[in-house]
């Protein structure tokens, strides 16, 4: 890989991603390819093996689309008679597996005339350079940042409410973060324009632009779960039920100064103390809130966006070397 910023490569991206995100699928992808397909980064079972989302609404009893969010097929309201909720882990946001990766590269290559000509662009807050480095035995100690200060002081690629370094290289540079960092870029397109990769760091898929017959391809994958979507589809709306839930708790935040939301799969509780607003899940993680610091979104819409995190996934605070 090479540290080069191609500004015409960066502006053909930025111009070509229109109304950024809103809840439209591909509009976190550039416009104007003629087919789109929603990469879903698998989830973890309990035993350790790779689960489709599929298999977890299949398990849970609730039905799926290509519009559906994970955390709304993950909590289900009620569980059909005589089954458990599934309780793996879910899936990984902002970055592809590494054997889900390969595979989308092996797929790729053979869809474009400039596989040793791509660019990449990797969000700038994935907080690498204020990292923590934890060793046995050690106390915690900033680890080293791999992004030269030349790179962190240079331009980025700017869309709404995201900057990105950029780098660019073959196809499989994709993966040059993945042996320390577990990480694939964020965007990656090649210099043809033949397809394009977007993710976004809060989000557990991927939008894959390209032809017609690469998508079909990719539906159709065995590997992969993708499924195909219009440019017009949105993020299916938040279940009625946790939205009547998560207004009774901030309800009960207001007069108790605690609130508890149970599912299938679990409880969290929100708690007010002299230190702040605090969620707190059944399975240990403690998470601060801070609605105080944005006037744009409400507590409805932090508890709402912090529930399923406190009820899928285990915080982690430092990187084990």
């Not at 398990?59 to 097929?73: E, K, Q, Y």
């Not at 992004?147 to 331009?155: E, M």
């Amino acid at each position: 890989m090479v540290w080069t910023f191609d500004t015409i490569e960066v502006a053909w991206m930025t111009e070509h991603l229109t109304g950024f995100w809103n809840r439209r699928l591909a509009a976190i992808a550039p416009a104007g390819f003629p087919a789109y397909g929603r990469l879903l980064h698998p989830a973890r079972a309990e035993e350790g093996t790779w689960a489709r989302w599929a298999e977890v609404a299949a398990r849970n009893g609730v039905p799926m689309t290509a519009t559906s969010d994970f955390s709304h097929i993950a909590l289900p309201q009620i569980m059909p008679k005589g089954r458990a909720p599934w309780m793996g882990d879910p899936p990984e946001i902002g970055t592809l597996e590494l054997v889900q990766a390969r595979h989308l590269i092996d797929v790729l290559t053979w869809y474009t005339a400039t596989p040793n000509a791509v660019s990449f662009a990797l969000w700038d807050g994935l907080g690498w350079d204020h990292a923590t480095l934890c060793r046995p035995e050690h106390p915690p100690e900033p680890a080293p940042d791999p992004i030269p200060p030349s790179v962190r002081h240079g331009p980025r690629m700017r869309i709404p409410g995201r900057d990105y370094i950029v780098y660019s290289g073959s196809i499989e540079d994709a993966l040059f973060w993945m042996p320390s960092q577990r990480q694939t870029p964020h965007y990656w397109w090649p210099k043809d324009h033949a397809w394009a990769v977007a993710g976004d760091v809060d989000l557990p898929w991927s939008i894959v632009a390209g032809a017609q017959d690469l998508i079909e391809r990719l539906v159709h994958d065995t590997v992969l779960e993708v499924v195909p979507i219009a440019v017009s589809d949105t993020l299916d709306p938040q279940p009625a039920w946790l939205t009547a839930a998560i207004e009774q708790a901030v309800q009960g935040l207001i007069h108790d100064r605690i609130a508890v939301i149970d599912t299938p799969r679990g409880a969290v509780s929100f708690r007010i103390s002299d230190s702040g607003v605090w969620l707190e899940s059944g399975r240990g993680s403690r998470t601060r809130l801070h609605p105080e610091r944005s006037a744009r979104r409400t507590l409805e819409d932090q508890l709402s966006a912090h529930l399923s995190t406190a009820l899928l996934s285990e915080l982690k605070p430092c990187r084990i070397p």
